[in-house]
């Protein structure tokens, strides 16, 4: 009798590359609803900017507090049923699911309960990230790590291409609610991928049982886990302790990457379906910007191209501020228009693609589902203050304002980058230290 056979995805390089894009994927349509294509909705409903800058603060706490539940990952590897394969595949379901209850939510009278439920996806959503990082730490290799992190990136953005724009026309022709059914099809594409073609290699090392008590080794567990990861941070090196620092700096200039573009959109005078359109133009070059700002990282340095790609961010920012200050904004020539925001996702994307890889090199892979998920969430708490003061700002004194103090602010990370460095290993007996006789 033929039986079905499944091949490992991460045994090869072209297999990492296109698995962990795929994961991206998973992340991004989930976040590409809520930031694009239900911001958007909001908003030509009448919601006020600061209500929406509230909501996108919402929606990014999870990310910005991963960290707190992160050590379960690292700590919880479930060897003997799938390792964080098991974490990712539970937690696209749960996204699933919870998009769909939230379908039955009426967005405009019930907000706060809009805002609960979108809470609680993304909590599902980040701990499916967290996952996603810990698997790509320990599997990429290091002359993977640009391009992997800038191919990550680009399908993140396709992801929210998907669940942004695609969602958007999706809507224009059978209702927004419904969007909400081509959302979780999509998810469930990639949850089948992930049952089907990912092995976590963790689960390839099976530990012997020990005959110590359970508890025992549970709690030594513990202990080694924070001793791991105390020395992890504090005590590799300047690099990891910068790097805290350098996550709660801006990731070049912003506000044409989140909710201020989808709110300019609409008060720009676009329609739904060429919002839209427009999302996935500018999303599908984002991602090629992502991967084609890790191919550079690889060939000319992750730290060189960084800088010059946080100024390049900062370029089509400040343009549009300059012609929404002496035009206003439904003055813009609407090509002017495209091209600015379509400009700031290519070379967004190139900085944000390879962003995450300044952060792979500090990070321990012992305990990288916590470790490199504390720089993460730090770079997401900085993206969740961005969206509420961008708001408040936008709302008491305009959109140019807020463009051109968020370029100003490129100012501190370009001054910290020049002194990033990787963590450094004491010795190899202290990167196996975390591998105790218990395994789950």
């Given at each position: 009798m033929?039986?079905?056979?499944t091949?490992?995805?991460?045994?090869?390089?072209k297999?990492?590359?296109?698995s962990?894009?795929l994961l991206?994927?998973?992340e991004?349509i989930p976040?590409g609803f809520t930031?694009?294509?239900?911001?958007t909705?909001?908003?030509g409903?009448?919601?006020?900017l600061d209500?929406i800058g509230l909501?996108?603060a919402?929606?990014?706490?999870?990310?910005?507090?991963?960290?707190?539940?992160?050590?379960?990952?690292d700590?919880?590897k479930?060897?003997?049923?799938?390792g964080r394969k098991?974490w990712i595949s539970f937690c696209?379901?749960?996204m699933i699911i919870t998009?769909?209850?939230?379908a039955t939510?009426?967005?405009?009278?019930d907000f706060q309960?809009?805002?609960?439920?979108?809470?609680?996806?993304n909590v599902?959503?980040?701990?499916?990230?967290?996952?996603?990082?810990a698997l790509?730490v320990?599997t990429?290799?290091?002359?993977?790590?640009s391009?992997g992190n800038?191919?990550?990136?680009?399908?993140?953005?396709?992801?929210?291409?998907?669940?942004?724009g695609?969602?958007m026309l999706f809507?224009?022709a059978?209702?927004f609610?419904?969007t909400?059914?081509?959302i979780?099809?999509?998810l469930?594409i990639?949850l089948l991928?992930?049952l089907?073609f990912?092995?976590?290699?963790?689960t390839?090392?099976?530990?012997k049982q020990?005959?110590?008590?359970?508890?025992?080794q549970?709690?030594?567990k513990?202990?080694?886990?924070?001793v791991?990861?105390?020395?992890?941070f504090f005590r590799?090196?300047?690099g990891?302790a910068?790097?805290?620092?350098?996550a709660l700096?801006p990731?070049?200039?912003m506000?044409?990457?989140y909710a201020?573009?989808?709110?300019?959109q609409?008060?720009?005078?676009l329609?739904?379906?060429?919002?839209g359109?427009?999302?996935?133009f500018?999303?599908?070059?984002a991602a090629?910007?992502c991967?084609?700002g890790?191919?550079?990282?690889?060939r000319?340095?992750l730290k060189?191209?960084?800088?010059v790609?946080?100024i390049?961010?900062?370029?089509?920012?400040i343009f549009?501020?300059?012609?929404?200050?002496?035009?206003?904004?439904?003055?813009?020539?609407?090509?002017?228009f495209?091209s600015i925001?379509i400009?700031?996702?290519l070379?967004?994307?190139?900085s944000?693609g390879?962003?995450?890889?300044i952060?792979?090199?500090?990070t321990?892979p012992?305990?990288?589902?916590?470790?490199?998920?504390?720089?993460?969430a730090?770079?997401?708490?900085t993206?969740?203050?961005?969206n509420?003061?961008q708001g408040l700002v936008?709302?008491?004194?305009?959109?140019a304002?807020?463009?051109f103090?968020?370029?100003?602010?490129?100012l501190l990370?370009?001054?910290?980058?020049?002194?990033?460095?990787?963590?450094k290993?004491?010795?190899?007996?202290n990167?196996k230290?975390l591998?105790p006789a218990y395994s789950n």
């Open positions: 033929a039986t079905f056979k091949f490992d995805a991460l045994a090869t390089e297999g990492r590359l296109f962990f894009s991206y994927i998973s991004g976040f930031s694009v294509a239900l911001v909705y909001l908003r409903a009448g919601l006020a209500q909501f996108m919402a929606l990014f706490m999870p990310w910005a507090f991963k960290w707190a539940w992160a050590p379960l990952i700590i919880f479930l060897r003997r049923f799938g098991t696209t379901f749960a998009l769909l209850m939230t939510t009426d967005y405009i009278s309960l809009l805002i609960t439920m979108v809470t609680l996806n599902f959503c980040a701990t499916q990230d967290v996952a996603i990082d790509a320990s990429l290799k290091e002359n993977e790590r391009r800038g191919f990550m990136f680009a399908g993140q953005y396709i992801g929210i291409s998907l669940g942004g695609g969602a809507s224009s059978y209702g609610n419904n909400l059914i081509f979780s099809a999509l469930s990639c991928y992930t089907l990912i092995k976590d290699p963790f390839r090392e099976l530990i020990s005959k110590t008590n359970v508890f025992r549970l709690a030594l513990f202990k080694q886990f924070f791991t990861l105390y020395e992890s590799s090196g300047k990891p910068l790097g805290i620092l350098f700096m990731v070049g200039a506000a044409l990457a201020t573009l989808s709110t300019i609409v008060d720009y005078g329609s739904e379906a060429e919002i359109r427009l999302s996935i500018n999303t599908i070059t090629t910007g991967a084609l890790g191919w550079l990282g690889d000319f340095g060189p191209t960084l800088i790609t946080y390049l961010t900062a370029i089509p920012t549009l501020a300059w012609n929404i200050y002496q035009f206003g904004l439904v003055n813009i020539d609407t090509n002017t495209y925001v400009t700031h996702g070379f967004y994307g190139m944000f390879i962003h995450a890889g952060f792979m090199g500090m321990n012992l305990v990288a589902a916590t470790q490199f998920t504390a720089f993460m730090m770079t997401n708490l993206i969740s203050f961005a509420y003061w936008a709302e008491n004194h305009g959109y304002w807020v463009l103090l968020d370029s100003l602010l490129i990370p370009l001054m910290l980058i020049p002194l990033l460095r990787n963590r290993i004491k010795s190899p007996k990167d230290q591998e």
